[in-house]
């Protein structure tokens, strides 16, 4: 099961491990979304804001997300 | 006369960059190593001796008396009160650093004053603020409640690390390590064979990290600890702090078993595992650890064997790095590491410290300009 997102500051970066593949999905706080074989690759693309980063039109921001506990005992930890 | 010729020759050694973020707090000590006696520990290169006054309030200042330098932790150098004399000359310092006395005369030079250290107290810890004093924000120091909260146990240490505190760093940011260097203990197949999901929070200075194993192997540190056996969900959630401080939050339950909607989570087992992680100079480290838990919390066997599991580990890590130090500190320099998908998390950490050291740099050079 991935983990759910945690932090809910207002330019988090995400880095997912694709399931099942060896792909890494980079997540701008803006919205767009690159795929990269490697982390350096999609820390590149990510810290280079807002270079590369149009988002396309029919992918919309995420939602935002619930305030989650960071580091209660209960929630995920 | 045959002329002599002078060559004079000044060879200027090229100071060496830091490596140490500066304004930044790090923890120095256990608040229970800090009685009404003298205490020195080296902190980012800087000599510190510490005291707890009769007021019990933990004090820190320069472990070099102003004059010749003599340590103020060295014997003969002696605590009277609450102020420190010095053991060669006599100059005597209050618990803020100032000097009170010198040998033969009244008047006091307007330089005689130690050194003084912000510290905080806090979640057992002992925070020091390494930098512009006036920069000091108490309120920036993240915490580990689970450290002194009745409703977890703590067994916690500290080990030497004879390697630069990046080193742990990149170690605890990619615990895939755990199943070839902590077999036995903590490692398992799935550690490594688990992806990792990396988020990172500029504003906060936060990287977490999260590996959660729905099918796992239950390795003896939790086998023996919770009682659980069989196949378990194991969840590792690491949430850094840089610099100094690192927790990995992990959750335990049998295989199935997960928190309930509204974020209770009764079926599992909880332990916070924090570690501290502070520069003592520029190649060796304070490796402070911590295990808390919710469960079995009265249960002395349980305590023991997680402060002697946990220890092991760490110092399987601190003979690896140590190893490391050595080759990183006798290669050319150059090296191209090779970064892959496990690094994700340590590559964040690695980027946010950088961050922090070129911040430090600049407002160093801006104060001294």
């Not at chain 2, 320069?62 to 003969?76: E, K």
């Not at chain 2, 003084?116 to 006036?134: K, L, M, N, R, T």
């Not at chain 2, 919770?226 to 990995?248: A, F």
């Amino acid at each position: 099961m991935e983990p759910t997102r945690v932090l809910s500051g207002r330019k988090v970066l995400r880095v997912v491990w694709l399931p099942g593949s060896d792909r890494l999905q980079g997540n701008c706080h803006c919205g767009a979304v690159h795929i990269a074989d490697d982390p350096v690759e999609v820390w590149t693309w990510l810290l280079a804001h807002p270079v590369g980063h149009e988002a396309p039109a029919a992918d919309p921001p995420p939602p935002a997300r619930p305030e989650p506990a960071l580091a209660t005992a209960g929630a995920g930890s | 006369m045959t002329g002599v010729t002078i060559s004079l020759t000044f060879v200027v050694e090229e100071c060496p960059v830091s490596t140490i973020p500066r304004n930044q707090w790090y923890v120095a000590a256990y608040g229970r190593e800090i009685g009404h006696d003298l205490f020195s520990r080296t902190i980012c290169g800087e000599s510190v001796l510490f005291w707890r006054t009769e007021s019990g309030d933990v004090t820190a200042v320069s472990d070099r008396c102003v004059h010749r330098r003599f340590p103020l932790s060295q014997a003969p150098s002696r605590l009277v009160d609450d102020q420190v004399v010095c053991g060669y000359h006599g100059f005597t310092y209050g618990a803020d650093g100032r000097c009170v006395a010198v040998p033969g005369q009244t008047r006091i030079p307007r330089t005689a004053r130690l050194t003084s250290y912000p510290v905080v107290e806090q979640d057992s810890f002992v925070w020091i603020w390494i930098g512009d004093p006036a920069r000091a924000d108490s309120t920036r120091i993240p915490r580990a409640p689970w450290l002194d909260s009745p409703d977890y146990t703590t067994v916690s240490g500290m080990e030497p690390l004879q390697a630069r505190f990046g080193l742990l760093v990149d170690n605890l940011l990619d615990l895939s390590h755990e199943t070839y260097l902590h077999g036995g203990y903590i490692g398992t197949p799935e550690v490594a064979g688990t992806p990792i999901t990396t988020e990172v929070d500029e504003e906060a200075g936060i990287v977490y990290v999260s590996r959660h194993m729905d099918d796992a192997e239950c390795p003896p540190f939790y086998s023996k600890s919770t009682g659980l056996s069989g196949r378990i969900t194991r969840w590792q959630d690491i949430e850094y702090t840089p610099p100094c401080l690192y927790k990995l939050h992990s959750r335990i339950a049998p295989v199935g078993v997960l928190p309930n909607a509204d974020g209770t989570d009764p079926d599992a087992f909880h332990v916070e595992v924090v570690y501290a992680i502070t520069p003592e100079t520029e190649n060796s480290t304070h490796d402070f650890w911590a295990v808390a838990r919710d469960f079995a919390l009265d249960d002395e066997s349980v305590s023991d064997f997680l402060r002697e599991s946990n220890r092991t580990v760490v110092l399987q890590d601190v003979a690896a790095l140590d190893v490391l130090e050595q080759v990183i500190a006798t290669e050319p320099e150059g090296y191209q590491e090779l970064s892959i998908n496990i690094d994700t998390g340590g590559l964040a950490a690695r980027r946010m410290l950088a961050a922090q050291l070129a911040q430090s740099a600049d407002r160093t050079a801006v104060a001294g300009s």
